[in-house]
């Protein structure tokens, strides 16, 4: 039997290939070999007087009576021209059998099996679920799709073995709340606010603490064992300064990654996912495998990487498989900036473990009793973290928490607050004045909130606010409104933005596109003589 998972994934014209198999019972390979009915078979084999052995030295190979292929897809998005994979030519090609939904006794019923959790947090995360996959607002129903059984489960156990999350926090992490749009947000906390669930008002505790002592490490009120690698050389070093948003962020991923989970980090571009990830992997001393996606990345690529030895290109395995084998933490960055077509291969590495590679060869759980030189079997250390981008616009990547975002424990990575970002900045910049970084830190804080509002296009993030303390610390010299040019003369090209801009700089005192029209002396009041 050959399941075929993610079938609307896969392009129309590419689903032709197979119409020959499912009807005829034929396929002809493109090395021209031919895969024939086990009756048309045994029917060429007494017309001809020949063996099943000589038809196969002629490269026509019987199939097996029992072979039967089994499709998997999501359902059609009705009333609109994109994402319509059923078209007629693939409707006669199966029998089809629409799965439901289940009810909410039945997924109870599986959470409580599963997980044996069955706190008041939980009915209540149920209750909203139900509430959003019925309701009569599109928005609300794309939303419930980040709250499927897969993610209700692993929701479940994390409230039994860390039962401080709230509710609210709980289905705000789960739909990504902090980066969907701003009509199916307010939808949303609309919807909890009518159901009894208040909003979390989480202040950040300036007390929080990471220590590395007696093998263990602790972040806030969580620990996790050292690892001990064989090889140390690929443990990630990177220059990071803790703040209290980053420590909690942190403590966050090692919770899930306590409970075995595979992560995703989505932000802006600049707002530290890698440092976080490259910070945390130091902390527990575990190596890293690295590997980098772009719109080129293909199947082959992902699973294979060719580099040239005396002058021949010799195909070697690519950093996932490496730590498949060896149990290095996989760290994917750029995740959707690939097509989702080639990044659903990871699908089946990360919910059964299973994976076959473009060389033939096939990933297998640790626990499987395959052998062979084409088996790999799959370290019980390895682990992904995947990183991405929030999707839509600026950044034009695929929507890969769309597509894979319940097979994670996902963390929306933001910005650092005003209080953190500012810690932060003294230390990569000492001898720069406290003036001068509160100005940076307010200007680049309303500048962000305007971008989540829609009034700018960029989201400017921590990355740019720390190169102009950086260039200052280096050359004090420097004005400050030729420093901020740095980041912001790529958008004077646009009238519109650089009169936002310079409005706001202005604002906060930072003198950048100054002159005579934009100067504006203030009222001169004559002072008492005593």
Known sequence: MAILDGLHRVHKGSLAVIQRLVADRELQLYDGTRLISAERFDALMASEGVTAADLESRGVWKIHPAFRLVALAEPPQTGSGKGQWLIPEILSMFLYHDMRSLSKLEETTILREVTGNSAE???????????????????????????????LIRIAKRLQRFPDESTYSAINKACLSRFLPALAKETLQKLLEKSGIEKDFIEEDPNIKCLAENNMLTIGATSAPLYNPDVQGKIPETLFYDTPQNLAVMEAMLQDFLMGEHLLLIGNQGVGKNKLVDRLLNLLNRPREYIQLNRDTTVQTLTLQPSVRGGVI?????????A????????????DKAPTN??????????????ILSDGRRIVPPYSSETGDNIIKMHPDFRMLVLANRPGFPFLGNDFFGSLGDLFSTHAIDNPSMESELAMLKQYGPDVSDDIMRRLVKTFSELRTMADDGQIQYPYSTREVVNIVKHLQQFPDDGLGNVVRNVFDFDSYSKEV?????EVLHKHGIPIGTDPRTVRLAKEISLPAH
């Open 314 to 322: 010799v195909y070697d395995d690519s950093p996932l498989v490496q």
């Open 121 to 151: 947090s939980l009915d209540e995360i149920l209750r909203i679920t139900h509430k959003l996959r019925s309701a009569e607002d599109a928005s609300l129903r794309s939303i419930s799709t980040s709250l499927s059984t897969r993610q």
């Open 342 to 355: 080639v990044t659903c291969i990871l699908k089946s590495l990360i919910e059964s473990n299973h994976m």
């Open 498 to 502: 650089r009169e936002t801009l310079t």
């Open 324 to 335: 498949v084998k060896s149990g290095n933490i996989l760290v994917i960055d750029e995740a």
